[in-house]
C-alpha cells in the first residue's frame, strides 16, 4: 500500500471517519490563478498543456502550494477521448471546444473505435504518472472523464450547444445509432479511466455535465445506464486499496436514488438539491460531494464562512461528505477567496466529525 500522509477524501468517498470534512474543488487547477495563466501562455495553446505531461503537472500541483486541499486531480480535459477518435478538436476564443469532424451520420460512427491509451492518450498516462511522483503522498490524485452522454453531446453538436437540437434529434429519431455511438463511449471511457488507474489515480470521477438536459426516461436510457456500464468495467482496486468512484450529473438532484444504485461510491451534488434532502434521497448508500455555489465566492470572505457553514449544517453529523463546489470555480474569483473557503471547511467542520 502506498503511504498517504492525508487520505482524508479517500476516506470519506467509502464513509469512513475522518477527523475534519475533506474539500477539493472542481477546476481548482485553472485561469483564475495568475501561476496557471503565466504557464498557459508558455505552452502556447490548452492542448498542449493537456497534452505536455511536465506541464499538466505543473498546473496541477499549484492550487495545493496555495491552499490545504485534500486532493488533487490531474489537469486534462474532458473531449480527450474523441480527440484521440481524430475528430479534430480545437478551442475559438470565447467560445470554447469545438470539432471540424463531427458525428453527423451512422457511416461517421461506424468510423469509431475505442482509442489506444498506450499510444493515442499516452499522454494522460504520463501526466498522472509524474504527478503522483511530484506529489509523493501528499494527498491522493484523482483521475477523470466526461461521460458517455456528455462526450456524445460534444461530438454531435460540433461544440457546446445552447439547445442540443443535433443531439437530441439523433437521439428521437435514430436512437439505436445513438446507442452505437454510446456504447463505444462507454468502452472508451472504461479503457480510459482503468488506463488512469494503472498510472497511479486513487479515485476517479465521472462528469456527466449535459445529464441534467434529459428527461428521466431518457436519461436512464441514454446517459445513465452507460456510466453504470463504465462502473461495472473498472479496476476498483489499485496498490492495496479501493479506488473509489464519484458520479456527477450536474442538474441531476431529482435522480439522486437512481444514481446511488449504479455501482459507485460517491454522488456529486450541484447547488439545486439541499444536501440535507440529498442525504435522505441516497440513504447512506453512497457519500456526497458539494454542493456550495461558485459564485458564493465573488462574496466577501465573512459570507463565503457563513456558506460554508451552511453547507457543513446541511449535511449535518457523520462520515461520507466531501466538501465542493457545485460545479467549477469561476475564471474570475479572487484566489484569496478560494483559500478562506478551504479554511472555513477544515475549522468548521471538525465537530460534525467527533461522534
Same mark, same amino acid.
Given at each position: 500500500?502506498?503511504?498517504?500522509?492525508?487520505?482524508?477524501?479517500? =476516506?470519506?468517498?467509502?464513509?469512513?471517519?475522518?477527523?475534519?470534512?475533506?474539500?477539493?474543488?472542481?477546476?481548482?487547477?485553472?485561469?483564475?490563478?495568475? %501561476?496557471?495563466?503565466?504557464?498557459?501562455?508558455?505552452? $502556447?495553446?490548452?492542448?498542449?498543456?493537456?497534452?505536455?505531461?511536465?506541464?499538466?503537472?505543473?498546473?496541477?500541483?499549484?492550487?495545493?502550494?496555495?491552499?490545504?486541499?485534500?486532493?488533487?486531480?490531474?489537469?486534462?480535459?474532458?473531449?480527450?477521448?474523441?480527440?484521440?477518435? $481524430?475528430?479534430?478538436?480545437?478551442?475559438?476564443?470565447?467560445?470554447?471546444?469545438?470539432?471540424?469532424?463531427?458525428?453527423?451520420?451512422?457511416?461517421?460512427?461506424?468510423?469509431?473505435?475505442?482509442?489506444?491509451?498506450?499510444?493515442?492518450?499516452?499522454?494522460?498516462?504520463?501526466?498522472?504518472?509524474?504527478?503522483? =511522483?511530484?506529489?509523493? $503522498?501528499?494527498?491522493?490524485?484523482?483521475?477523470?472523464?466526461?461521460?458517455?452522454?456528455?462526450?456524445?453531446?460534444?461530438?454531435? %453538436?460540433?461544440?457546446?450547444?445552447?439547445?442540443?437540437?443535433?443531439?437530441?434529434?439523433?437521439?428521437?429519431?435514430?436512437?439505436?445509432?445513438?446507442?452505437?455511438?454510446?456504447?463505444?463511449?462507454?468502452?472508451?471511457?472504461?479503457?480510459?479511466?482503468?488506463?488512469?488507474?494503472?498510472?497511479?489515480?486513487?479515485?476517479?470521477?465521472?462528469?456527466?455535465?449535459?445529464?441534467?438536459?434529459?428527461?428521466? =426516461?431518457?436519461?436512464?436510457?441514454?446517459?445513465?445506464?452507460?456510466?453504470?456500464?463504465?462502473?461495472?468495467?473498472?479496476?476498483?482496486?489499485?496498490? $492495496? =486499496?479501493?479506488?473509489?468512484?464519484?458520479?456527477?450529473?450536474?442538474?441531476?438532484?431529482?435522480?439522486?436514488?437512481?444514481?446511488?444504485?449504479?455501482?459507485?461510491?460517491?454522488?456529486?451534488?450541484?447547488?439545486?438539491?439541499?444536501?440535507?434532502?440529498?442525504?435522505?434521497?441516497?440513504?447512506?448508500?453512497?457519500?456526497?460531494?458539494?454542493?456550495?455555489?461558485?459564485?458564493?465566492?465573488?462574496?466577501?470572505?465573512?459570507?463565503?464562512?457563513?456558506?460554508?457553514?451552511?453547507?457543513?449544517?446541511?449535511?449535518?453529523?457523520?462520515?461520507?461528505?466531501?466538501?465542493?463546489?457545485?460545479?467549477?470555480?469561476?475564471?474570475?474569483?479572487?484566489?484569496?477567496?478560494?483559500?478562506?473557503?478551504?479554511?472555513?471547511?477544515?475549522?468548521?467542520?471538525?465537530?460534525?466529525?467527533?461522534?
Amino acid at each position: 500500500m502506498s503511504e498517504l500522509r492525508n487520505d482524508r477524501y479517500l =476516506r470519506a468517498l467509502l464513509r469512513e471517519p475522518v477527523d475534519k470534512t475533506p474539500v477539493w474543488v472542481m477546476r481548482q487547477a485553472g485561469r483564475y490563478l495568475p %501561476e496557471y495563466r503565466e504557464v498557459r501562455a508558455k505552452a $502556447g495553446d490548452f492542448m498542449t498543456l493537456c497534452s505536455t505531461p511536465d506541464l499538466a503537472c505543473e498546473v496541477t500541483l499549484q492550487p495545493l502550494r496555495r491552499f490545504e486541499l485534500d486532493a488533487a486531480i490531474i489537469f486534462s480535459d474532458i473531449l480527450t477521448i474523441p480527440d484521440a477518435m $481524430g475528430l479534430g478538436l480545437h478551442f475559438v476564443a470565447g467560445e470554447g471546444p469545438k470539432f471540424t469532424k463531427p458525428i453527423q451520420s451512422a457511416a461517421d460512427i461506424a468510423k469509431l473505435g475505442v482509442p489506444d491509451m498506450a499510444s493515442e492518450l499516452r499522454y494522460v498516462m504520463d501526466a498522472i504518472s509524474v504527478t503522483r =511522483r511530484e506529489l509523493n $503522498g501528499d494527498v491522493p490524485l484523482i483521475g477523470f472523464s466526461g461521460s458517455p452522454w456528455t462526450l456524445a453531446c460534444y461530438m454531435v %453538436e460540433g461544440g457546446a450547444s445552447k439547445d442540443f437540437g443535433k443531439v437530441k434529434g439523433m437521439m428521437f429519431d435514430a436512437p439505436e445509432q445513438m446507442h452505437k455511438l454510446l456504447d463505444i463511449m462507454a468502452q472508451s471511457v472504461t479503457a480510459y479511466l482503468n488506463a488512469q488507474i494503472a498510472a497511479g489515480a486513487q479515485s476517479v470521477m465521472l462528469f456527466d455535465t449535459w445529464g441534467g438536459t434529459l428527461s428521466t =426516461r431518457d436519461y436512464q436510457q441514454f446517459s445513465l445506464a452507460y456510466m453504470q456500464q463504465i462502473i461495472s468495467g473498472l479496476t476498483r482496486e489499485s496498490e $492495496g =486499496r479501493k479506488v473509489p468512484v464519484t458520479v456527477f450529473t450536474k442538474g441531476g438532484g431529482q435522480w439522486l436514488p437512481l444514481i446511488a444504485a449504479v455501482g459507485c461510491d460517491a454522488v456529486g451534488v450541484d447547488w439545486t438539491t439541499d444536501l440535507s434532502v440529498a442525504r435522505e434521497a441516497v440513504n447512506g448508500k453512497v457519500a456526497l460531494q458539494g454542493n456550495m455555489d461558485p459564485c458564493v465566492l465573488y462574496a466577501n470572505k465573512a459570507r463565503i464562512e457563513q456558506e460554508v457553514a451552511s453547507v457543513l449544517a446541511s449535511f449535518g453529523e457523520g462520515e461520507g461528505h466531501v466538501f465542493n463546489l457545485g460545479h467549477g470555480i469561476h475564471p474570475t474569483i479572487d484566489p484569496d477567496h478560494m483559500g478562506c473557503l478551504i479554511d472555513a471547511v477544515h475549522n468548521l467542520s471538525v465537530p460534525y466529525h467527533q461522534g
